[in-house]
């Protein structure tokens, strides 16, 4: 369902930016589990350029049972750019659930007018998909700007709407990337690295999927999956703290 996205992605970076690959340990680049009905897949991979430190994005093939795309943009700490942040789920064709964001650092009105207001009107144009659902796991003034698209959606509407905005925030992505300006003071760069640091803490503490990893490649790998690859700069719990 969300293959042409990740091909569109892939295409885009590949004509815009020198990739060099991030080696992924290679039990978490791909890995294959049969222990529900249907064989689940889920590969992933990582590049970075000179503007972006870490671009990463997953596939999960799970068949008629589940189709997950998940991807984070992170720039390089010179920037204070925002995530880009992309998470499409479909677990058969009655539930789909959609969420694209550029998910801020920072909140003070001078951010948002320059990185988060541009998306204004391409949000109005996808009205459809930003619905203003309630979010049980994270905090929607977290890390989410108020431009996200969040939406519970159909398949035709997942081809007809979703893929082209989908297409016009990655354009408005790339033209920020391009646009901004390198800091060039320590103490701004350090301020941009633990906010980074701050949203890989705070995604791998609250991440909805780690019951969905659990479940089809087991606990340990799920683990290490969040820790080692989507949230590496989290700093994990000791499992004897986590206990008592
Ligand atoms: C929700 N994301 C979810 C859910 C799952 C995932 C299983 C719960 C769906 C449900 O309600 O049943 C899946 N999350 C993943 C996967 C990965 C992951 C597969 O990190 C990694 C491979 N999530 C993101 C990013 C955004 C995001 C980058 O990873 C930002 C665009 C958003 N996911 C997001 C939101 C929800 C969600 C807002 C709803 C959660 C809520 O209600 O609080």
Known sequence: ?????????????????????RPIAPELEFQISQR??????????????????KIRYTYINA????????????PSYQYDLPLLGVDFLAFGQKKILVVLDFQPLFRDPDYLEKYIKPMAPIREKYNELAQDLEMKFYDANQYFSPY??????????????LFPAYQEYLQLYWQLVEQAQPKTDPAEIERIVKAQKDYDQYSAERDPASGLFSSYFGHEWSEEFLHEFLFEDAVSVPVAAEKK
Not at 36 to 53: D, F, H, T, V
């Open 148 to 161: 996200l698209l969040f939406a519970k959606t159909d398949a035709q509407t997942v081809v007809n709407r």
């Open 36 to 53: 529900g009905k249907n064989p689940a897949m889920i590969e992933s991979w990582c590049y970075q350029c000179p503007q972006l430190r």
């Open 63 to 74: 068949g008629e049972t589940a189709q997950i795309f998940n991807s984070v943009i992170y």
């Open 1 to 21: 369902m969300f293959q042409p996205f990740l091909q569109h992605l892939e295409k885009e970076l590949f004509s815009r930016f020198t990739l060099s690959s």
